[in-house]
C-alpha cells in the first residue's frame, strides 16, 4: 500500500488480537489512507493514516504471511444533509473540541452544519465501546446516528440544550 501509494482496509477485531494469528473482524470498515510514515528500527513500520470511504466485506482469504486479503463493496458517501436544530448541541461540542485542541483535531474542512459530518466526527470523539462505534459506522442514515449519539450523550449528563 506504501508502495502504490494505495488505501488499506481496516475492521474491527471482534476476537483475537492485532498481531500473530488471524483475528476474526467485523464484516464492514474504512479504507485507511497512509499520510506519514517513519521506519524507527528494521521491521516496525509507523504509521499516520487518514480513514476514508466505508466498505462491506464480500469475502476473505488468510495468505501465507498471515496477513488477511479481502475483497470488498465500497459504500456509497452519504450526501449533505443540514444538521437538524435537535442536533445542533453535538457540532457545539465538536467546535469546542477544535477550539481546544486546534483544527487539527478533525481534517479540514470542518462541516460543522453537515448531519452525516457531525455524526461520524461524533462517534471517533466519544468514549463509546467498540461494538457501539462499530454499529454507528454501518449506519446508512445520519439522522438515525445523530438520534443514537444524543441518547448517549443525555445518558452520560451532558447537557445538550
Avoid: K
Wanted: include cysteine.
Amino acid at each position: 500500500c506504501l508502495r502504490l501509494q494505495q488505501p488499506f482496509g481496516v475492521c474491527m477485531i471482534l476476537e483475537g488480537r492485532e498481531v500473530g494469528s488471524p483475528a476474526s473482524h467485523a464484516m464492514s470498515g474504512t479504507l485507511a489512507h497512509i499520510t506519514e510514515c517513519d521506519m524507527e528500527q528494521l521491521g516496525l513500520i509507523n504509521l499516520v493514516t487518514r480513514g476514508g470511504q466505508r466498505f462491506r466485506v464480500l469475502r476473505t482469504e488468510v495468505n501465507r504471511q498471515g496477513l488477511i486479503l479481502g475483497e470488498v463493496t465500497l459504500m456509497d458517501e452519504e450526501p449533505a444533509l443540514d444538521l437538524p436544530a435537535q442536533y445542533a448541541a453535538c457540532a457545539r461540542i465538536l467546535q469546542a473540541v477544535v477550539r481546544e485542541h486546534g483544527a487539527t483535531v478533525f481534517h479540514e474542512p470542518h462541516r460543522f452544519a453537515d448531519a452525516a459530518w457531525v455524526g461520524h466526527r461524533l462517534s471517533e470523539l466519544l468514549p463509546l465501546p467498540l461494538a457501539i462505534r462499530q454499529s454507528l459506522l454501518e449506519l446508512r442514515d445520519p439522522l438515525a446516528r445523530l438520534a443514537q449519539l444524543r441518547g448517549y450523550l443525555e445518558q452520560g449528563g451532558v447537557p445538550l440544550d
